[in-house]
């Protein structure tokens, strides 16, 4: 396990649906990798020339009608993967990130523990 592994205090669940980072006009869709309640992993898409001192818009379609927005800060960039740390999200978008991620855990003492985390951030 590597330390960025070992200091990460969210659980992050495997997910796939689908993605699109938005940075000003330029658009990729992406496939994601995992999502938590602080940001999201996704294969490094095609064409992948970002201003990095800008921030992203992250949008994940939940299904047709559902979708979670987030904006989001580049946090680490390998050949393959992106690492994005969520710097803001709505409320909507939280509920519905939050009871993603509750499904997926089915460990109540574990949920709260995120939850705890992500409020002292």
């Not at 993605?19 to 658009?27: K, P, S």
């Not at 602080?38 to 898409?45: A, C, E, H, N, Q």
């Not at 559902?66 to 390998?78: F, P, Q, T």
Request: charged share 30%.
């Amino acid at each position: 396990m590597s330390d960025h592994d070992e200091r990460r205090r969210f659980v992050r669940i495997p997910f796939n649906a689908q993605t699109e980072l938005r940075q000003g006009q330029q658009r990729w869709p992406v496939e994601l990798i995992d999502l938590s309640l602080k940001g999201m992993l996704v294969r490094r898409p095609q064409g992948w020339e970002p201003d990095p001192a800008q921030n992203f818009e992250a949008i994940v379609h939940l299904d047709e009608q559902v979708k979670v927005e987030m904006l989001v800060g580049l946090r680490h960039e390998e050949t393959a993967r992106l690492g994005f740390a969520c710097l803001y999200i709505d409320l909507d978008s939280m509920s519905h990130l939050h009871r993603l991620v509750e499904l997926n855990l089915a460990d109540g003492p574990e949920m709260m523990r995120e939850l705890r985390e992500l409020i002292k951030i």
